[in-house]
C-alpha cells in the first residue's frame, strides 16, 4: 500500500466530473487500499478518487464506524436541513459552516460487485454529499454563500501565491476533515 498525493485547490482535477467505473478488477482493488492509507493518514473520514488525481467515480470513508467503498454512487433521496462545520483534504486548514440535506439514500455498488442502497443521517449522509459533490467536480467552497465564498478564495489565492499564513475565515483545529 501507497500514500498518494491529495489534490489540493486549484488543481484542475478535482473541477473535472469523474467517469463511471465498468469493472471491480485488480487495480481498483490496489486503488481503494491506497486510497484509505491515505485518508487515515490525513487524516480524513472521506476520500474521493479524483482528490488523489484519478478521474474514476468512486470514493472510500470511514466515520468511525468501520470502513466503506462505493463504487459509481449517486444520490437518489434526501431530505432535511442540517449545518455542520465541514472541512476538506483537498482545501486543508479550512473549515465552515454548512447547510446540506440531513438524510440521504444512496445507491452505488460495493467493492465485491454487489449493489449498495444505503440510508444515512447527519454526519454519515454529511460525508456521502461531499465525496459525491467531489465525483461531480464541485468543491467544498462552492456551496458556500456568496460572502463567505470570496472570502475562502481570497485566503486560498494568498496561500498560491505564497503570501504566509494567510487569515482564515475558520481554521480547522482538532477535526478531521472530509
Given at each position: ?89 483537498s482545501i ?75 487569515e482564515s ?10
Amino acid at each position: 500500500m501507497a500514500i498518494l498525493p491529495i489534490r489540493t485547490y486549484g488543481d484542475p482535477v478535482l473541477r473535472q466530473p469523474t467517469g463511471l467505473i465498468a469493472d471491480v478488477d485488480g487495480a481498483l482493488v490496489r486503488l481503494v487500499e491506497d486510497m484509505f492509507e491515505t485518508m487515515y493518514d490525513a487524516p480524513g473520514v472521506g476520500l474521493a478518487a479524483n482528490q488523489v488525481g484519478v478521474q474514476r467515480r468512486m470514493f472510500v470513508y470511514d466515520i468511525g464506524d468501520g470502513p466503506g467503498v462505493v463504487i459509481n454512487p449517486e444520490i437518489v433521496e434526501s431530505d432535511g436541513d442540517w449545518t455542520y462545520y465541514e472541512g476538506c483534504l483537498s482545501i486543508p486548514d479550512l473549515a465552515f459552516d454548512v447547510v446540506r440535506p440531513k438524510r440521504v439514500r444512496l445507491v452505488g455498488v460495493g467493492l465485491d460487485g454487489e449493489t449498495l442502497d444505503l440510508e444515512a443521517d447527519e454526519v454519515l449522509a454529511r460525508c456521502f454529499q461531499h465525496e459525491v459533490d467531489h465525483l461531480d467536480g464541485v468543491l467544498l467552497v462552492q456551496r458556500l454563500d456568496p460572502e463567505r465564498r470570496r472570502e475562502a478564495k481570497r485566503v486560498l489565492r494568498n496561500r498560491a501565491l505564497g503570501n504566509g499564513d494567510a487569515e482564515s475565515p475558520v481554521v480547522l483545529a482538532g477535526r478531521s476533515p472530509l
